[in-house]
T-cell receptor, first 112, second 114 residues
């Protein structure tokens, strides 16, 4: 079974802090994704990566950056957290030539 | 642009059938997906259907695809309280830099009353 893990289930940070969210997958998948999920808005793609050191902006990249130094790990960085970044963050991975994505359990981030 | 639409809420009684509907815009989608999200958890792939199929059945789940109307539905027979979750419909994008990624609907929250 594909396993996607995220470093924290719950996180509370202060406005202006730098925040790192980590995601690791164990299936040698080329593609990895970061989404945020908000009530009534569904999943919105922040960034994705199709290979090591490669990244592409999704629909809502503003205020976020990402890092993919190793194939199994994809990090989401909030350079200066703001209250409007309070959300559930979901990481996913996908194998090459496949459509289905496999999701981690999510990190619920609260910025106060 | 591409879009996937779902109603946001559905409430049923335990033992009844649930039908969750979805409309999509990209007629070239090869696979369409249903994901389930239980409270406080990530999304799990529930089932999928290939675009040359009209129906797929998997135990209590039946997926119906109407390609002409771009309409997808998920039927859950004998709905149980454990089926209470958010259900997401998804299709593959075929455009631009996001080609090959999935577009998700906003999710339908299914509430099952005992």
């Amino acid at each position: 079974d594909v396993k996607v893990t995220q470093s924290s289930r719950y996180l509370v940070k202060r406005t202006g802090e730098k925040v790192f969210l980590e995601c690791v997958q164990d299936m040698d998948h080329e593609n990895m994704f970061w989404y945020r999920q908000d009530p009534g808005l569904g999943l919105r793609l922040i960034y994705f990566s199709y290979d090591v050191k490669m990244k592409e902006k999704g629909d809502i990249p503003e205020g976020y950056s990402v890092s993919r130094e190793k194939k199994e790990r994809f990090s989401l960085i909030l350079e200066s957290a703001s209250t409007n970044q309070t959300s559930m963050y979901l990481c996913a991975s996908r194998g090459q030539g496949r459509d289905e994505q496999y999701f981690g359990p999510g990190t619920r981030l609260t910025v106060t | 642009g591409e879009d996937v639409e779902q109603s946001l809420f559905l409430s049923v009684r335990e033992g009844d059938s649930s039908v969750i509907n979805c409309t999509y815009t990209d007629s070239s989608s090869t696979y369409l997906y249903w994901y389930k999200q239980e409270p406080g958890a990530g999304l799990q792939l529930l089932t999928y259907i290939f675009s040359n199929m009209d129906m797929k059945q998997d135990q209590r789940l039946t997926v119906l695809l109407n390609k002409k109307d771009k309409h997808l539905s998920l039927r859950i027979a004998d709905t149980q309280t454990g089926d209470s979750a958010i259900y997401f419909c998804a299709e593959r994008t075929n455009y631009g830099g996001s080609q090959g990624n999935l577009i998700f609907g906003k999710g339908t929250k299914l509430s099952v009353k005992p």
